[in-house]
Every structure is written in structure tokens, then in C-alpha cells.
């Protein structure tokens, strides 16, 4: 079983910075890709980026590319997302997810992850 406890989230305004956190447990962190994703009231959850449990590989959505950033530290299991040039359209819940199956490829769709966080709010005020 892993747990993830995200943090980091926050009222901002247009042109900020955040950086979001996702502490998890469990032994084999180290194996699992890891992602971000968010919703925004009414709409489905979106992708936000990825990364393999190496970190060689990364992703991102078309809409926070060359403005987040994801990386991680396996040996405090933990996965971060750096959030530069925030816009009110980022205003979401963001969720850290975990896929446990140990493939250490990217992976962008919600069913492909087993493992979810309760996720942090992030309100971006223009």
C-alpha cells in the first residue's frame, strides 16, 4: 500500500511561483513513476506532468509546458512539481499519483495510476 500526502498549495497571484510537494511511503518509491495531475470545478482531471522513477524521462501538458517543472528525491520519497508564471486558467485541486506496477515509463491518463494523494488546492487570483 503507498500513501501520498500532498502539500504546498496556496492563494496566488498571476505571475507567482509554488512549489508543490507529494511525500509518499512505502519501500519501493523508488520504483513507481510518478505524476500530477488537476481538476478544476466542473471539469475532468487533467494530466499535468510525469516522471519515471529514474527520473531520465519527464512529460507535460501542453498548457504548463517551460512553466512547471516536476522532479523528485527518491532517497526522502518524495516528488515535487515547481509551478513558475502561474495564470488564473492553473486554478485547480492538484493530485500527486502513484503507478505501482514498477514499468518506469511515462504515463499520462488517470486509470494508469493506482495510487492517489487527496490533493492540494492552488487558487491563482489575476
Known amino acids: 500500500q503507498v500513501q501520498l500526502v500532498e502539500s504546498g498549495g496556496g492563494l496566488v497571484q498571476a505571475g507567482d511561483s509554488l512549489r508543490l510537494s507529494c511525500a509518499a511511503s512505502g519501500r519501493t518509491f523508488s520504483n513507481y513513476t510518478m505524476a500530477w495531475f488537476r481538476q478544476a470545478p466542473g471539469k475532468e482531471r487533467e494530466f499535468v506532468s510525469t516522471?519515471?522513477?529514474?527520473?531520465?524521462?519527464?512529460a507535460y501538458g501542453d498548457s504548463v509546458k517551460g512553466r512547471f517543472t516536476i522532479s523528485r528525491d527518491n532517497a526522502k520519497n518524495t516528488v515535487y512539481q515547481q509551478m513558475n508564471s502561474l495564470k488564473p486558467e492553473d486554478t485547480a485541486v492538484y493530485y500527486c499519483?502513484?503507478?505501482?506496477?514498477?514499468?518506469?515509463?511515462?504515463?499520462?491518463?488517470?486509470?494508469?495510476?493506482?495510487?492517489w494523494g487527496q490533493g492540494t488546492q492552488v487558487t491563482v487570483s489575476s
Open positions: 499519483a502513484a503507478d505501482g506496477s514498477g514499468s518506469n515509463r511515462l504515463k499520462t491518463r488517470v486509470y494508469q495510476y493506482n495510487y
Open positions: 516522471i519515471t522513477w529514474s527520473s531520465s524521462n519527464t
